[in-house]
């Protein structure tokens, strides 16, 4: 998938292919190999080639329309323009928050602990799930306030990457 992204007022060319588990991601032209690992519907945990961790969120800013970034500790205003390629095929995203939240497994693991129970009431960044992957524990977590609607998981399940885990109404 291909992106002109504004960071800051600059304009660049970011290009992302999958390539198996990882992601390989050129900006102008400069390449890396990337892991990525959703923590909740607006956080990523990147760990790059080098071996570099990164912790990033993305929040949109409705009275702008720009994107709000944090990078560690470091914020970026970032635009998106529309001419987004994937397979010949425009790529909407949804900044309204509204809807359910799906929670799903960003990779292939077992479930060590399901945080949360049908009905209950979570908070934004409340920690819901955590799969074990590549001897690793992530920690899935709502990125809203809502309501557990549905619970897919039990501890103890093995899941698939983009299997269905929790809904937050």
Do not use: C
Request: aromatic share 2%; no cysteine; glycine share 10%.
């Amino acid at each position: 998938m291909e992106y002109e992204v504004e960071v800051n007022g600059r304009v660049r060319q970011v290009a992302l292919h999958r390539t198996g588990g990882h992601f390989s991601v050129s900006v102008d032209g400069r390449k890396w190999h990337v892991d990525a690992v959703s923590l909740d519907v607006r956080t990523l945990s990147l760990i790059v080639e080098s071996g570099t961790s990164y912790e990033i969120s993305v929040t949109p800013d409705a009275a702008t329309g720009l994107l709000n970034v944090i990078v560690g500790t470091i914020p970026f205003a970032v635009a998106l323009n529309a001419r987004r390629r994937g397979r010949g095929r425009q790529v909407e995203l949804d900044h309204s928050g509204s809807g359910p939240q799906r929670i799903v497994a960003p990779m292939p693991g077992k479930i060590v602990r399901v945080a949360v129970t049908s009905g209950e009431t979570v908070r934004a960044r409340q920690t819901v799930v955590v799969i074990e992957a590549m001897k690793m524990e992530n920690e899935l977590r709502a990125g809203r306030d809502g309501t557990v609607g549905e619970l897919h998981v039990r501890e103890g399940a093995s899941v698939e990457a983009g299997e269905l885990l929790v809904v937050i109404q």
